[in-house]
């Protein structure tokens, strides 16, 4: 505008951004386009000529893809070219901006965009790399396949592959790589996220398997779970659990082992039931900090190995961890019950680490569990280009829009729980006003009623009930921890404690009536969001990804991990 008399134009704050011309890059044959984008900026790529895929999943020609808060590689067989844009910014909380959020709440309270890079598009970094592993990581697959045909004539079941390695060492990416190759060919492999730290179609903090028999979705890694809108790629039912700590060893691992074991039955379950599962097999993927020479490690990793009878375990990058895998179980033979029968033996096999393998600080970890927890209340605003191109029944699931239903809960009527293990990191001095209920001050105090309850038996038959076709009866290690005496898990009493809000409930399929051990045992239905704790008057306010009323079910605290989640709502 123009200051009055003066006819001079005023100066503006803001520059307004002007996209640089699309940049064409061309891609040798056997060789890959790496690049990282930030959250706030958007970055569009297109496939102009020959063939590429991005983990496995090929790429359609023409069609232009979105990503943003991402690090990816895109790799040809025989050369391609790209077409790379940049797309328009968006407003995110600064925990969600390059350099994360200190946590606080004043943090959150002014949006920011992303800081776009000097790359192509705005990435980050970005460059073409000839030196990948790829060639190694598709005969990993062409071998799987072999076992496959073998397993089938044989009349055995798949292959159970375990994936081991440091942190960043590409574990998710082969997991998603051999998804789609096996999909690619008409496989349906049932693929089981063991990291508590990054959620696979869920929130952080789950654990998490679901059977793959359609592509993934190149935009959102792995695809969507299911969701009142629209999606271009078919969305995936992952069976939850929930285990609210980063790492595994919490406990001495007593509640992770609970956990694997009943994810493992209800694996194996599916894979009983469903012949074409059956055939496929399994693909584990692990936490790194099961890499680590740490007491405990090799115990979980025992465990893991006999709860899903692996037959293969891939290592990647590391010849320590190389090393013990080979003298603890090469060529022993599998927990299988057909493994006497069939001579079927476990494999360790050495890959290399990808050079496109990079460090995520932090932060930029941080930024992606808000994402995960944002996107499953409010979807994912950002505009895809690719809805365009596609009928409007079948949109991009990048631009879908959902409205979380807000409501009021009473604190008495909720049944909520909460894991009691001390880690080091928290103050042993916190002041919880949920442990002082007014039971304990009566004679005898509140702990014969507390101890009566958690040895009350689950009558609900629903408190077990998975997703369709998973199934199957408590293994042997789930009856040995199946007491609620040595479950880390009690029952909160009003008031409720300050840190409940802006955090996570998981609503299990567990009765209220549940003992503790079922509770800690039960698959997850859905999330709540605690917006606000009002003791005065008894009551949290909720969000809740559909409407209607919340189900009668115990409810688990995710007061660990993933922790306070700050600015989810103004």
């Known amino acids: 505008m123009s200051l009055p008399g003066l006819d001079l134009t005023q100066p503006s704050g803001e520059k307004e951004f002007v996209p640089a011309p699309p940049t064409q890059i061309t891609v040798g044959k056997g060789s890959e386009w790496r690049f990282e984008v930030a959250f706030g900026t958007v970055v569009r790529v297109k496939l102009l000529t020959g063939t590429a895929e991005l983990f496995g999943t090929e790429l359609a020609p023409s069609q232009t893809y979105t990503f943003t808060g991402t690090k990816a590689a895109i790799y040809t067989w025989h050369g391609c070219m790209l077409e790379v844009s940049a797309g328009e910014s968006y407003a995110t909380p600064d925990s969600l901006a390059p350099g994360g959020g200190n946590g606080s709440s004043n943090s959150h309270e002014t949006p920011t965009t992303g800081g776009r890079g000097l790359g192509a598009g705005g990435c980050q970094s970005e460059y073409t790399a000839e030196e990948t592993p790829m060639v190694e990581y598709a005969n990993v697959h062409f071998a799987l396949e072999t076992l496959r045909r073998q397993a089938k004539a044989q009349g055995r079941d798949g292959p159970r592959v375990l994936l081991l390695g440091s942190e960043d060492a590409g574990k998710t990416s082969l997991a998603k790589i051999l998804t789609a190759y096996a999909t690619k060919v008409g496989r349906q492999p049932v693929v089981v996220n063991l990291d508590p730290t990054e959620g696979m179609l869920s929130v952080p903090g789950t654990l998490t398997a679901t059977a793959f028999r359609t592509m993934i979705d190149v935009e959102e890694g792995w695809g969507s779970s299911p969701m ?104 022993k033979p599998t927990a299988s019950a057909s493994a006497v029968a069939s001579d079927e033996r476990i494999s360790v096999i050495k890959l290399s680490k990808s050079g496109g393998c990079v460090d995520r600080d932090a932060a930029f970890r941080k930024a992606v569990r808000e994402s995960q927890i944002r996107t499953y209340f409010f979807g994912d605003q950002i505009p895809s280009a690719a809805s365009g191109a596609l009928p409007l029944l079948a949109a991009s699931s990048k631009n879908v829009t959902l409205s979380p239903h807000a409501q009021q809960l009473d604190l008495n009527a909720l049944s909520i729980y909460n894991y009691t293990i001390a880690t080091p990191e928290e103050d042993e001095d916190e002041y919880d006003p949920a442990s002082f209920g007014t039971e304990s001050f009566l004679p005898g105090g509140g702990n014969e009623a507390d101890s009566s309850q958690n040895q009350q038996k689950q009558e609900d038959s629903s408190a077990t009930s998975v997703l369709p076709g998973f199934g199957g009866a408590p293994s042997s290690a789930t009856a040995e921890t199946g007491s609620g005496a040595n479950v880390p898990l009690k029952k909160m009493l009003p008031p409720a404690p300050t840190g409940l809000a802006n955090s996570l409930l998981a609503i299990t399929h567990a009765p209220t009536t549940a003992s503790v051990a079922d509770v800690r045992d039960a698959s997850i239905m859905g999330f709540l969001y605690v917006a606000d704790v009002n003791n005065e008057r008894g009551k949290i306010q909720v969000l809740a990804p559909v409407g209607g009323r919340v189900p009668p079910r115990a409810l688990v605290w995710g007061k660990k991990w993933p922790g306070e989640v700050v600015g989810l709502v103004g």
């Open 228 to 331: 009142s809108g629209p999606s271009a790629v078919p969305v995936k039912v992952p069976l939850v659990y929930f285990y609210p700590m980063a790492s595994p060893l919490e406990a001495e691992g007593s509640v992770y082992k609970a956990i694997v074991s009943r994810l493992a039955v209800s694996v194996m379950g599916r894979m009983a039931e469903d012949e074409d599962v059956r055939e496929t097999g399994i693909i584990v993927d692990t936490p790194g900090i099961l890499s680590q020479s740490k007491a405990g490690n090799v115990d979980v990793i025992k465990h893991i190995v006999t709860e899903f009878a692996i037959t293969t375990i891939l290592v990647l990058g590391s010849e320590r961890l190389y090393s013990a895998m080979m003298k603890e179980f090469d060529n």
